[in-house]
């Protein structure tokens, strides 16, 4: 089969691979209808994210039909079930699943005690991310094994484009999660930074879920654009200061809830000095991620306010200003998104017309020009916002 | 040395393998920059080590310490040269190479016995700025953002039923979970008052 496959930093290829075979009961196979490139595969594109072996399959967005099925698995899913892969691979039986803290499932990392070093405690396997997390072939390709089958999918009906039915795969239980754990309330003002594809959900998310005001801040004007059409405040940091701009909008009081949606990979920009040395850092190996967004949003968030962590970080981050958010009280929620503990209510806003996913892709691709469509998603170049590919 | 070399992390039995490997997303522009980011590595790592030896050769002995200056800047420009940011990486070789040969035409002059060694030198030099010239407009032009159309996405709310509908939309039906209440209210906290 074909797939996108991971050959170092900046050095991804549509190689030919061997097919995926059923290794446990629980397995299935699926053909791939369509897949998507995330922003965190950008983090392994630039090879911020240790442990990437050459020959990993990329893509963690991946949705398909089910053409074989482990022993185990049958019953509840069958062959030519149509069905959305979380990009978290979850057992349902452990402790954390039983809690819906799908991301942080024990049983799911076959690689734990990697996971066990890194992190303290293992998380769950993700598909076509670093062997920290299992180093499960990704989604970026023609078939897919996925393990825990029979927990790790979200059937979903005939009669809805995959367009509309991909990103409950990430993107829009991600954005979702950003707002819900910020606990959103009507009446708020809700800062986002970063108006990307997870970006984008959570606005669109914030804005169902009643908040007055909603603010984004970017500095691509397409990306301010399309946070605009769903009645997002644009702030361009470019051309003013995010934070004077955040206090005249809430009269000097801050926003209520504060969501980084950007992570690891903080635009560097001489505007904002500490993104200048935390590259020059990050580049000699001195600090794993640009927080500038965290430092910011600490900084301007309204005393008691919530900070929603959702943008991917990887791991050392220097010079957070833990004085100020401890004497603000400020309270912090984190975590890769829990995805099936909302699809299933996502699936039902998508039927009934609340939100449709589909608005954020820019580019539909076939699954050989993937590599291409990484340096232009990368670049940013010709308006590109969320690349489609077809297997 | 890649942390899954320290950790003898493998792939695992069963899972796909290449069988024959497609185009890169490398481009040459960003293969030549790599090759220089090394070739940065080396001259500098050797200008460290050995300035007095480079001195001897070239005739310009006493500048011993201007030599081990330049091979630190040669390490600080292959940073970024071997990073994602290339151009900036290439811009700084750029001005290393403007004063290696400013330094390298004080060795030309017709007294220095080594003059044919600088002479040699400084056409190497002047290659490798040139290399340099090359891959900085490549880099800049195959990571440049300028590449395709600019457009505008004001026509894409993602909000089937309008905007006004859908604020407050999810509050009919959804409640957010009690392990994800981030902020209560003092109303919430207060004994609840006998009526």
């Avoid at chain 1, 309204?302 to 100020?324: C, E, F, N, W």
């Amino acid at each position: 089969m074909r797939a996108l496959v991971w050959h170092g930093k900046e050095d991804i290829r549509c190689d030919t691979v061997s097919d995926p075979e059923i290794e446990n009961p629980r397995d299935a196979i699926i053909k791939v209808t369509s897949c998507a490139i995330c922003g965190s595969d950008l983090h392994l594109f630039h090879d911020l994210i240790p442990a990437m072996l050459p020959g990993d399959i990329m893509g963690h967005e991946t949705m398909g039909e089910v053409v074989e099925v482990g022993s185990v698995a049958k019953g509840k899913l069958n062959k030519g079930d149509r069905v959305v892969i979380p990009f978290t691979i979850q057992c349902g039986e452990c402790d954390q699943c039983r809690r819906g803290n799908f991301s942080l499932c024990q049983r799911s990392n076959r690689k734990g005690d990697l996971g066990d070093k890194a992190f303290g405690h293992r998380t769950a396997g993700l598909f076509g991310y670093t062997h920290l997390t299992g180093g499960y072939p990704g989604g970026q390709a023609e078939y897919l094994r996925v393990p825990f089958a029979d927990t790790t999918h979200i059937k979903v009906p005939d009669g809805i484009e995959d367009e509309k039915l991909l990103f409950l795969s990430d993107i829009l239980p991600t954005g979702w999660q950003a707002a819900v754990q910020a606990d959103i309330q009507p009446g708020d003002t809700v800062a986002v930074w970063g108006c990307g594809p997870v970006g984008q959900m959570t606005i669109r998310s914030a804005i169902l879920l009643g908040a007055e005001q909603v603010i984004a801040i970017d500095h691509l004007p397409e990306r301010l654009s399309m946070a605009k059409a769903a009645g997002a405040i644009t702030i361009n940091f470019e051309q003013e200061s995010v934070v004077a701009r955040l206090n005249e909008l809430t009269k000097g009081e801050g926003p209520h809830k504060c969501i980084d949606a950007v992570g690891s990979e903080s635009h560097v920009n001489p505007g904002q000095p500490d993104t200048l040395l935390d590259r020059a850092k990050q580049m000699m190996m001195l600090e794993n991620d640009r927080p500038h967004v965290l430092r910011e949003m600490i900084y301007v968030c309204r005393p008691a306010g919530v900070i929603s962590i959702i943008g991917v970080y990887t791991g050392l981050v220097d010079k957070i200003p833990m004085g100020q958010a401890m004497n603000k009280g400020l309270t912090f929620r984190m975590a890769q998104a829990h995805v099936p503990r909302w699809t299933g209510d996502l699936l039902h806003r998508i039927e009934d017309g609340q939100i449709d996913p589909s608005f954020v892709i820019t580019h539909k691709v076939n699954l050989s020009d993937g590599p291409e469509m990484y340096r232009t998603f990368r670049d940013k170049a010709d308006s590109c916002i969320k690349v489609m590919l077809r297997p | 040395m890649p942390l899954t070399n320290i950790t003898h992390i493998a792939r695992s039995h069963g899972d796909p393998w290449v069988l024959r490997k497609g185009p890169s997303s490398l481009t040459s522009a960003d293969q030549l920059a790599r090759a220089l980011g090394w070739f940065s590595i080396g001259l500098g790592v050797v200008e460290l080590i050995a300035p007095g030896r480079i001195a001897r050769t070239l005739g310009l002995e006493g500048k011993e310490g201007t030599i081990r200056a330049y091979g630190l800047r040669e390490l600080a420009s292959a940073v970024p040269t071997l990073s994602i940011d290339k151009p900036v990486g290439l811009a700084a070789r750029i001005a290393g190479d403007a004063l290696d040969l400013g330094t390298l035409s004080t060795a030309l002059r017709p007294d220095n016995p080594k003059r044919n060694n600088a002479a040699v030198a400084t056409a190497l030099v002047l290659g490798i700025t040139l290399l340099d010239i090359v891959a900085y407009a490549g880099a800049k032009a195959v990571h440049s953002r300028e590449r395709g159309k600019k457009r505008d996405y004001s026509d894409r709310a993602g909000l089937p039923k309008g905007l006004q509908s859908s604020r407050g939309l999810a509050r009919k039906d959804f409640k957010t979970p009690p392990d994800y209440r981030a902020e209560g209210t003092v109303a919430d906290a207060l004994p609840a008052k006998a009526s």
